[in-house]
Nanobody, 124 residues
């Protein structure tokens, strides 16, 4: 499956942004989708994940309540709605796909397919 992330940009602290990740090449609903982020000098960290059906989600504990992951299987797209953004949310955001839902999905090495990343910069 090929993934293409978009929607990043520069936003002031407290603002909102919605990222999109379009998939191509396979049956979209067969895949769990996830978002990760990587700030300069830091490891890639889990942000959120959503199962193939869209009925089950998982979030990094620190981001619950501010970020929302969703998917539209008819459009082969997964979204990440980010609200109340903080400067520490600044990072390159990556979407990822994997056929599995269960397991150590919060680890980046667990995911088989990756998009190219989109930069999110939150100004103070």
């Amino acid at each position: 499956v090929q993934l293409q992330a978009s929607g990043g940009g520069l936003v002031p602290a407290g603002g909102s942004l919605r990222l999109s990740c379009a998939a191509d090449g396979s049956t979209f609903s067969d895949y769990s989708l996830g978002w990760f982020r990587q700030a300069p000098g830091k490891e890639r960290e889990f942000v959120a994940g959503i199962a193939g059906s869209g009925r089950t989600t998982d979030y990094a504990d620190s981001l619950k309540g501010r970020f929302t992951i969703s998917r539209d299987n008819a459009k082969n797209t997964v979204y990440l709605e980010m609200n109340s953004l903080k400067p520490e949310d600044t990072a390159v955001y990556y979407c990822a796909a994997d056929r599995r839902w269960y397991g150590n999905r919060r680890f980046a090495t667990r995911w088989d397919y990756w998009g190219q990343g989109t930069q999110v910069t939150v100004s103070s």
